[in-house]
């Protein structure tokens, strides 16, 4: 197996001081999916930020056996396509080809190159029809997809998601799922939704308060329920 | 606020909506420059061009009642700058008030300089409603760019585009919040809660700034913008320029002949 992202002890704190990670060891070997749950707050956004140089302390984050650092970020950003929470902010130009352009322009694709990844992406996640639409207009689930697109669009070997079916209906959540299993990079999924960490991941670490309390195969921590309730993952029955 | 007033009718079709948005810009910079140019008392030229104009709109077919509509938008405005003029400018005077120990004269002079900012304004809208409204806002933002516009500029405006919309909604929403808890008490008070508002919604777009920044250097973005449009530049749109650009200047030559 191949390493393709290894954390070695990082920690983390904001400007305003207070720690958010602390001490992660983490690695990831190509092709597989890693489920990150954990309770609002515990760091997950914080540490997916670290995985392609966005928030950068140490030299604790090393991709593709690279550490990141000044001179390899746009090789690294390359590879690691990070998908915000919040569509709004991650579709930012005034159509949904400018956007899903906007990543392999950057990398420097020729004109023809550019057209073809745009398509390309965009089939991957069904919505071919949608290239000239604004993103303003879009429904939510129109909107995840299209910010997938993004990303994929640059081809990237590590695929990261940020709560990927939050406020999504059943239907769009399942959908979505799907188009999971079909995409063949490796990912690493921030999310509170279990039943999409049991479809899709079969390795899941639970992170609370900046901590990695668990980092074990999918079955194996879901089946745990003192383990999930001790860290606010699972319903408290009501006395 | 009506949202759907800001863009209806440029994703429609018709000969002025194919032709290149670069020429129609250029076109629009040079009718309200020569509209600028013109001078008040030449009306003849003020009804030629709002016969240009007007031709333009009716062959891009927009409704009648939305380009009225939407080309009152500024007019108080424009009102509220004009109104002053009669009574500063000196001249023949039209009529004089008294008012308590206020002396305000009118003159006709003022008055014609009045109205005729009101006519420029209102036939500079007519341009940039007939420009707006037949070419694709993303187009316009790309011809912007071509013709040497600094793309930070270009960029500025294609995130205002694009984020007005989501401010808005933000906004909404947090009136619908206020609302729903009984929004009362003296006008004081009212007034603190919209300036807290206000205070709330700038510094949700400072935090979202960061984050749309986040995913775009997550894209690679360096600073340099770089873009690709699909823009290009027809016969047509040479032909189009070319009849208008014939048309202002035969407006103008004409009325240079006249007045001497
Ligand atoms: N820009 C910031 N400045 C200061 N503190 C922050 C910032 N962003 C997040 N935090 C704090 O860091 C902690 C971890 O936040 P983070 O967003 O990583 O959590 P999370 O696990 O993604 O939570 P959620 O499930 O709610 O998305 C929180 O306590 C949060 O208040
Ligand atoms: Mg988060």
Redesign the interface.
């Known amino acids: 197996m191949e390493e393709i992202i290894r954390i070695n002890n990082l920690s983390f704190s904001y400007p305003d001081g207070r720690k958010v990670l602390e001490n992660i060891f983490l690695s990831v070997q190509r092709n597989e999916t890693i489920g990150l749950i954990g309770p609002n707050g515990a760091g997950k956004s914080t540490l997916l930020l670290h995985l392609n140089g966005i928030l950068r302390t140490s030299a604790a984050v090393q991709v593709l056996g690279k550490e990141i650092n000044k001179n390899n970020l746009r090789w690294i950003r390359a590879r690691v396509g990070l998908v915000f929470q919040n569509p709004d902010d991650q579709l930012f130009s005034p159509t949904v080809f400018d956007d899903v352009a906007f990543g392999p322009i950057n990398m420097g694709y020729s004109r023809t190159e550019v057209f073809q990844a745009v398509k390309h992406a965009l089939k991957e996640v069904g919505m071919e029809e949608f290239e000239q639409r604004s993103p303003h207009h879009l429904s939510l689930g129109e909107k995840k997809r299209i910010a997938i697109a993004t990303v994929l669009s640059m081809n990237p070997e590590i695929l990261v998601f940020d709560e990927p079916t939050s406020n999504l209906d059943p239907r769009g959540r399942w959908s979505l799922i799907r188009l999971f299993q079909k995409l063949s990079a490796t990912k690493v999924i921030a999310t509170h939704d279990l039943e999409l960490v049991q479809a899709l991941c079969q390795r899941t670490i639970i992170l609370n308060h900046g901590q990695i309390v668990a980092d074990d195969t999918t079955t194996k921590i879901l089946s745990d329920m003192q383990l999930l309730k001790n860290n606010g993952l699972a319903f408290e029955e009501i006395p | 606020m009506d949202i759907s007033l800001i863009n209806s009718y440029n994703e429609q079709d018709s000969s002025c909506h194919r032709i290149d948005a670069r020429a129609k810009f250029i076109f629009t910079l040079l009718f309200i420059l020569c509209i600028i140019l013109t001078p008040p008392d030449n009306w003849s030229a003020y009804i030629a061009y709002f016969i240009t104009i007007i031709s333009l709109i009716s062959l891009a077919r927009l409704p009648g009642r939305y380009v009225l509509k939407r080309s009152l938008i500024v007019m108080p405005f424009v009102l509220m700058l004009a109104i002053f003029i009669p009574f500063f400018k000196e001249g023949e005077i039209a009529g004089s008030y008294n008012i308590r120990s206020w002396n305000l004269t009118v003159t006709y002079d003022g008055i014609q300089v009045m109205t005729n900012l009101l006519i420029k304004a209102w036939l500079s809208m007519l341009g940039l409603i007939w420009l707006t409204s037949t070419t694709k ?2 187009d316009l ?1 790309h011809a912007l760019g071509r013709l040497h516009l600094p793309q930070v500029l270009v960029m500025i405006l ?2 205002m ?3 007005i ?2 401010i808005i909604d933000e906004m909404m929403r947090m009136k619908q919040a206020r609302d729903s808890r009984n929004f009362g008490g003296g006008k004081l008070w009212q007034l603190r809660t919209i300036g807290n508002m206000i205070g709330t919604l700038f510094i949700r777009s400072y935090e ?1 700034s960061e ?2 920044y ?9 600073g ?1 913008t ?3 449009d699909n823009l290009n530049f027809r016969r047509s749109d040479i032909f189009f320029i070319i009849t208008l650009v014939i048309i202002l200047a035969a407006i103008n030559i004409v009325n240079l002949l006249v007045l001497n």
């Open positions: 806002t993303n933002f294609s995130f585009y694009r984020y919309f989501v979202r984050r749309v986040a995913a775009m250097i997550s894209r690679g973005f360096d340099q770089r873009t690709l």
